[in-house]
């Protein structure tokens, strides 16, 4: 009888000294939003805010870039609400179409029509980032229905703060983004496993 209580004393002495360390790593972190893992974001300024083409425009130019997200909404939104969109810039179009060629005008004075092409191409392209559409597309839809009813000269005073509400799901993609490079810098650098237990066998 003592002779097997000491054989498995021994055994149990010899699995402890052995513990295996259980660990599970995570999968390597995706992409907000589907986006290509070797996106180029806009760089920052000082305080760390991302440097859109929407910031810092007030008057006809804030309007013109409001006008072309709206567009850019109009053609390619496809959400609950999006024929209201469609039919809200329709009446933009209508109602304001003496403010939209007035806004063409400034920014054609202010950089020529081929950076105004260059400019408006880019414009599109930005607005038209596929991973920002969930948020942008109800914003948009939403702005739609405020400018259809407004004056001119309200759409003129509130174009900066509209615009500001259309580039914000595009300045939360990159901040996303962002937060998805550090977490994959860290992933591959091994930092992104997490260890759970550690079991004794």
Not at 11 to 28: S, V
Not at 93 to 99: E, F, P, Q, V, Y
Not at 184 to 190: K, Q, T, Y
Request: glycine letters at 8%.
């Amino acid at each position: 009888m003592t002779r097997w209580i000491g054989l498995a004393a021994a055994c149990a002495a010899t699995l402890a000294a052995a513990p295996a360390a259980a660990q599970y790593m995570q999968q390597e972190p995706q992409a907000p939003g589907f986006a290509a893992a070797n996106l180029r974001l806009p760089p920052r300024d000082a305080q760390g805010a991302y440097v859109t083409p929407n910031r810092d425009l007030t008057g006809h130019a804030a309007f013109w870039n409001l006008r072309i997200a709206l567009n850019v909404a109009a053609i390619g939104c496809r959400h609950p609400g999006s024929l209201q969109l469609v039919a809200d810039y329709n009446n933009i179009i209508a109602r304001h179409g003496g403010l939209i060629r007035s806004a063409e005008g400034a920014v054609i004075a202010r950089i020529g029509v081929p950076a105004r092409d260059k400019m408006s191409t880019k414009l599109f392209n930005y607005f038209a980032q596929p991973p920002a559409q969930k948020q942008f597309c109800p914003a948009a839809g939403s702005i739609a229905a405020q400018v259809s009813g407004m004056s001119a000269d309200d759409v003129v005073a509130r174009a900066p703060a509209l615009l500001a509400e259309l580039d914000r799901p595009f300045i939360d993609f990159y901040h996303a983004y962002a937060r998805y490079q550090d977490d994959l810098a860290a992933w591959r650098s091994g930092r992104g496993g997490v260890q759970v237990a550690s079991i004794q066998r």
